[in-house]
Nanobody
Framework: QVQLVESGGGLVQAGGSLRLSCAASGRTFSTYAMGWFRQAPGKEREFVACISWSGGSTYYADSVKGRFTISRDNAKNTVYLQMNSLKPEDTAVYYC??????????????????WGKGTLVTVSS
């Protein structure tokens, strides 16, 4: 069992930055690939980024490539999402997910093993 708790969301102006954190419980954190998804009001949950268990491989949605960076610290059981050059269309609830998938590519939300409860990011224009 893995429990995930996101933090770091908030209100930021367009062009600003935020760093999200996802703290995981359990000693098996390092065996999971980790990812971030987001869900805007009235829209489906969409993939944002993912990272392999070792941190050696990452993958990003085209909409965030070059602006967002995913990283992890297995010693701290934490995964991060650094978000720069934020746009109003980045406004959403951001969810952390853990997966036993080995492919580091655009993930389907149905393939995740564990989810956090989300943290709200609001980008004002």
């Amino acid at each position: 069992q893995v429990q995930l708790v996101e933090s770091g969301g908030g209100l930021v102006q367009a062009g600003g930055s935020l760093r999200l954190s996802c703290a995981a419980s359990g000693r098996t954190f390092s065996t999971y690939a980790m990812g971030w998804f987001r869900q805007a009001p009235g829209k489906e949950r969409e993939f944002v980024a993912c990272i392999s268990w070792s941190g050696g491989s990452t993958y990003y949605a085209d909409s965030v490539k070059g602006r967002f960076t995913i990283s992890r610290d297995n010693a701290k059981n934490t995964v991060y999402l650094q978000m720069n050059s934020l746009k109003p269309e980045d406004t959403a609830v951001y969810y952390c997910a853990a997966s036993r998938l080995r492919a580091i590519t655009a993930w389907d939300s149905n393939d995740m093993n564990y989810w956090g409860k989300g943290t709200l990011v609001t980008v004002s224009s």
